[in-house]
């Protein structure tokens, strides 16, 4: 039987937006909203099998219904560029879904969906109507269901005209009575002033509607007599604007509305795009197309000579070592410290040869070994990195990375963050090499296939890195990015590996200790919250605590869910001025946290062997390119809170005697900014010495130093820092818990203040329109391809990303310049103290007692010297007995 699902496509990412955390993929773009649909959407395709399907769009701003009351929705605040930017990106998934999508100049996505629902009603068909507006419900029937949308975007709750009888006592076609009495504040319909839900469904429930009640308002007294009377007209209009209109002219047919279900040729990069792992990983789809048409039309793979060797054959790929040019290693599993090594393969010209991980073990291949440990020969692969750390814990050195092809397709395109081998054979036209999943399954699925067949495809992955790597490396000269990738990134991914395998002593009893007096602290706070309460409940039950703090303290309710009251964060810091009871449990969540998250958690990856952590950095994440870090995060600790921060005094130098020794970058990003706009009064502050924010708010506040409040502090800091990162009016009005007018307002002073920054930010955007793309100080690029597109939400994403990434990219290029200058140092200086971790804007070292002094001297010196630039780089140096001690 046919079944047609219509979402209203405005609605719902706009729910999604305001339910979701913040997310943004490696390009840096917000993908929250889109995130929070596609997670409903899969889920209604999953639990109701529709055959036909539509998400409807508004088309515009203005509508037919402006024609009649130009205020219509006059009352909205613009949507956030934050929102607003990731419309289109929501409308390319849908394409790569294959869900169609409608919209149509000066009607509503509500109209659409009306007219539609109407037809399929005529035709006897099955209906879902997916919405959060109430307004919906006017077009339930015996053959149309209204999925009103609740509790952001994770639950639905379903009405026909039974269940809207037994809710509001009304027939579907009563709903737009109702809104023409009560009117919409959220559209900007009037209604009659004072009149509500509950006295209009009183009201209705007399006279039947709108009419009937204008026409029997002298029975009616006193004031709500004398409302309707004066408003009359408003309650008709509003009445008017209410009603969907359902005979839009739409030229769509019912095949054109099909949805055969998702094509995983199209689906999967779709969703890999946007970094949707998760989804993917959940629809067992692949991120790759190297197999959809686009292989196709790629010339086939020629016969390779593959040897598979055996221990018979080791001594014939000794001999063939000298004309090695390319090798592979396959590994398995996420974090390399933990990844078994399966084999490698090793690439001539013309033959290639695939040796399994045992035979490394044999006599006869030690000529191997010595060749895979000489740094002084070059060595072109795929992940280097990563190939380096699994070798390394299997007992095998590894050097000489000199082209990590994963590494130079990022520096090519930061935004395809991680392509895989696959991808790149695709990307340059090679001939098609088969992706991983399709070999060796994945997740689950994963199994290791006969040894020739498994041969193959790794030898086949060595066989492509030749093309590849020949491809690349005229891209980078051609981009003038060979220096940057041989002299930066290449040398900075083996100082890495390097800090990896030293790890960082984490101490277990410490750790163990500090999750004691975490646990005391909680008891604690459970006993003062119960003592208050006057019961004992289970504190991490949503329910139970609804209870005590709205029926039995009595607390104002926030939001309500359909399962009870909602006691979500947002919910309780409003409630903390309240009451005790309040601050309390945020407390109780705080430690709570703390304790599972980073005891428990990091407890967990200490190793049982040296008990050190050993991190992951990932060079091919963030487009802006930041390292990030993985297994564990270490830069995730949260410093902000006390409690948060006694968890670095667990990390300790790993040898009696040393010290932890930490130098951070002081406000490196507005350094950078005050040199590349060369704003004259931000230049200032920095040459002299100033609290950049104090003087920022004395600028812009129009007050002298010393009577700057910490109000005015606190605001100037979030648009120093906001302006980096593009912050709208929108995103600041939430930092600082003012209206959009006021943050609007503070913006505009700062940019007549420091008006470097913005000719800067105007003729940055310029530039990019000419290029397509901007530059770091050391020529690090980031593609803008929608910096000139006609739509304007993709423009301006583009717009705010050229104006933050010089500023962002060239930060994260000097602490990388300085590691490797630093690595230089202490090799060419022939110190013992050793470079450990890289958090953010800070190095972290363990330092023995005879190179204390030295080191306090050398490393600010050596950050400092960095990059040359207008404005003083400016590196704070401490140190102590642990990581707590040295901040």
Do not use: C
């Not at 007599?225 to 002219?249: F, N």
């Not at 890495?496 to 750790?511: C, N, R, W, Y």
């Not at 920022?696 to 605001?715: C, K, Q, Y």
């Amino acid at each position: 039987m046919d079944k047609l699902i219509l979402i209203d496509g405005n609605n719902i990412i706009y729910r999604a937006f305001f339910a979701m955390p913040p997310l943004t993929n490696a390009a840096g773009q917000q993908t929250n909203a889109v995130y929070g649909f596609t997670t409903m959407l899969l889920r209604l395709i999953e639990e109701h099998k529709p055959t036909h399907m539509i998400v409807a769009f508004d088309a515009g701003k203005t509508t037919f219904r402006h024609e009649g009351y130009q205020d219509y929705k006059g009352g909205r605040q613009k949507t956030p560029p934050e929102l607003s930017e990731q419309f289109p990106l929501l409308k390319e998934l849908l394409r790569g879904l294959g869900v169609p999508q409608f919209e149509l100049e000066t009607y509503e996505a509500d109209d659409i969906i009306g007219t539609v629902s109407r037809q399929a009603d005529e035709a006897g068909r099955s209906v879902m109507i997916v919405s959060g507006d109430k307004d919906m419900l006017q077009l339930a029937s015996a053959h149309t269901t209204i999925a009103l949308v609740r509790k952001g975007v994770t639950e639905i709750e379903l009405y026909g005209p039974e269940q809207i009888r037994e809710k509001y006592g009304l027939t579907p076609e009563q709903i737009t009575d109702l809104k023409g009495l009560m009117g919409d504040a959220s559209d900007n319909i009037p209604g009659v002033p004072g009149v509500g839900e509950k006295t209009a469904l009183k009201l209705l429930h007399e006279f039947g509607s709108v009419e009937g009640v204008l026409e029997g308002v002298e029975s009616l007294k006193g004031k709500m007599k004398e409302r309707i009377e004066t408003h009359a007209e408003d309650a008709r209009m509003s009445k008017k604007l209410a009603t969907i209109y359902r005979e839009v002219p739409l030229a769509h047919t019912w095949e054109e509305m099909a949805f055969p279900g998702l094509n995983p040729d199209t689906a999967g990069p779709a969703l890999a795009k946007l970094e949707f792992r998760s989804l993917l990983e959940r629809l067992n789809l692949s991120g790759s197309s190297a197999g959809g048409e686009e292989a196709a039309e790629r010339p086939p793979a020629p016969e390779l000579e593959i040897v598979i060797t055996d221990e018979a054959k080791l001594p014939e790929v000794a001999a063939a070592l000298p004309d090695v040019q390319a090798l592979h290693v396959e590994t398995y599993g996420e974090n390399p410290h933990r990844a078994e090594v399966i084999g490698l393969a090793l690439s001539t010209s013309g033959r290639h040869y695939y040796v399994p991980f045992e035979l490394l073990k044999q006599e006869a291949a030690a000529p191997l070994l010595e060749w895979l440990g000489d740094p002084g020969i070059r060595k072109t692969g795929y992940d280097l990195h990563r190939a380096d750390l699994a070798l390394h814990w299997k007992g095998i050195a590894f050097a000489g990375a000199y082209h990590d092809t994963q590494l130079a397709a990022y520096l090519l395109d930061p935004t395809e963050a991680n392509q895989s081998l696959s991808d790149l054979v695709a990307k340059y036209g090679l001939p098609r090499l088969a992706p991983d999943e399709e070999v060796l399954g994945k997740g689950a699925k994963y199994r290791l296939p006969e040894l020739a067949k498994l041969g193959a495809h790794v030898a086949g992955k060595s066989a492509a890195l030749l093309g590849v790597a020949a491809k690349q490396e005229r891209e980078l000269a051609d981009t003038s990015m060979s220096g940057l990738f041989h002299d930066l990134e290449m040398p900075l991914s083996r100082i890495l590996a390097d800090m990896e395998k030293q790890g960082i002593v984490a101490s277990t009893g410490d750790l163990r200790e500090l999750g004691k007096e975490f646990e005391s602290q909680i008891a604690g706070l459970a006993e003062k919250i119960y003592a208050i309460a006057g019961t004992e409940f289970n504190l991490n039950s949503t329910k139970q605590l609804g209870e005590i703090l709205f029926v039995k303290l009595g607390l104002p309710v926030v939001k309500k869910t359909k399962t009870g009251y909602s006691t979500d964060a947002e919910v309780l810091e409003k409630l903390a001025p309240y009451h005790e009871i309040v601050q309390l449990i945020l407390q109780y969540r705080t430690i709570a946290k703390l304790q599972s998250t980073y005891i428990e958690g990091l407890l967990k990856e200490i190793s049982p062997e040296d008990g050190k952590v050993h991190t992951y950095y990932r060079q091919t994440i963030a487009a802006t390119g930041r390292l990030s870090s993985q297994f564990p995060n270490l830069q995730n600790i949260p410093i902000r809170l006390e409690e948060g921060r006694k968890i670095r005094k667990m990390f300790v130098p790993s040898e009696p005697g040393w010290s932890i020794l930490a130098a951070d970058y002081s406000q490196i990003e507005l350094r950078v900014l005050a040199h590349i706009s060369d704003d004259e009064r931000l230049k200032e502050a920095f040459v002299l010495d100033m609290d950049i924010h104090t003087k920022t708010a004395s600028d812009v506040f129009g007050v002298p130093a010393e009577a700057v409040d910490s109000n005015m502090r606190r605001s100037a800091k979030a648009v120093n820092f906001g302006i980096v990162y593009g912050i709208s009016d929108y995103g600041l009005s939430q930092n600082l818990g003012i209206t959009r007018k006021e943050a609007a307002q503070f913006i505009d002073q700062y940019f007549g203040i420091f008006q470097g920054v913005r000719r800067y930010m105007d003729e940055i955007v310029l530039e990019a329109r000419k290029a397509g793309y901007v530059t770091t100080l050391l020529g690090r690029r980031r593609y803008l391809p929608d910096i000139n597109a006609s739509n304007f939400n993709l423009r301006s994403f583009a717009e705010r990303t050229a104006m933050n990434t010089p500023i962002q990219g060239t930060a994260a290029d000097i602490i990388k310049l300085a590691m490797v200058e630093m690595d230089r140092e202490l090799a060419g200086r022939g110190l013992k103290s050793r470079m450990l971790l890289q958090v953010h804007d800070e190095l972290v070292f363990e330092v023995p007692p005879d190179e204390l002094e030295q080191m306090k001297s050398l490393v600010p010196e050596v950050m400092e010297g960095a990059l040359k630039l207008s404005v003083p780089l400016k590196a704070e140096v401490s140190y102590g007995s642990n990581w707590y001690e040295a901040k």
